[in-house]
Every structure is written in C-alpha cells, then in structure tokens.
Nanobody, 127 residues
C-alpha cells in the first residue's frame, strides 16, 4: 500500500514560480518511477513530467519543457516539481504518481501505466 500526498500548490501571477512536493508513505522502498499529471475541469488527465528510480532519467511534456523541472529524493520518498515561468494555461489540479518497476531507468508515459495517484493540489496562474 502506498499513499501519495501533494503540497505546494497555490495562486501565482503569470511568470511566477511554484514548487510542488509529493511525499510517499507505505511501500516505498522498492524501485519505482514517479511523476506528475495534471487535469482541468471537464478535461482528461495530461502527462506533465516523470522521473526514473535512479533520478537520472526525466521526461517532460512539450508544453512544460524548459520551464518545469522534476527531481526526487529517494531517502525522503519525495518527488518535486519546480515550475517556473508559469502561464495561465498551467492552471490545473496537479497529481503525483508512482509506479513500481524493475528498471532503474524506466519512465511512465501514460496514465494506464500509473499504479498510485495522489489526491491532487490546485495550481492557479493569474494573468
């Protein structure tokens, strides 16, 4: 059993920054990949970023590439999403994800590959 709790969301002006955190508890010692999805009301969940167990492999959606940075601290069972140069289009609920894997370099790319989801944290970017 794994629990994921996101924090760090809020309201910022366009061009500003936020740092999201996701703390995992329960079965977290096993090798896993983590990431972030986001979802607006009435829309499907959208992949944002993912990071491999090793921390050296990362992947970003084109819409956030160059502005967002994902990182993790396995000792703290925590993944982060540093969001810079925020745009109104980034306004969404952001969800932390975790998937167990046997490969240190593996990255999730679709929501069907996600095993555990956090409760979400709201990010609002005002123009």
């Amino acid at each position: 059993q794994v629990q994921l709790v996101e924090s760090g969301g809020g309201l910022v002006q366009a061009g500003g920054s936020l740092r999201l955190s996701c703390a995992a508890s329960g079965r977290t010692a096993s090798r896993n990949a983590m990431g972030w999805f986001r979802q607006a009301p009435g829309k499907e969940r959208e992949f944002v970023a993912a990071i491999s167990w090793s921390g050296s492999g990362t992947y970003y959606a084109d819409s956030v590439k160059g502005r967002f940075t994902i990182s993790r601290d396995n000792a703290k069972n925590t993944v982060y999403l540093q969001m810079n140069s925020l745009k109104p289009e980034d306004t969404d609920v952001y969800y932390c994800t975790l998937t167990y894997t046997g490969a240190s370099s593996w990255l999730p790319r679709t929501d069907s590959q996600i095993e555990h989801w956090g409760q979400g944290t709201q990010v609002t970017v005002a123009s």
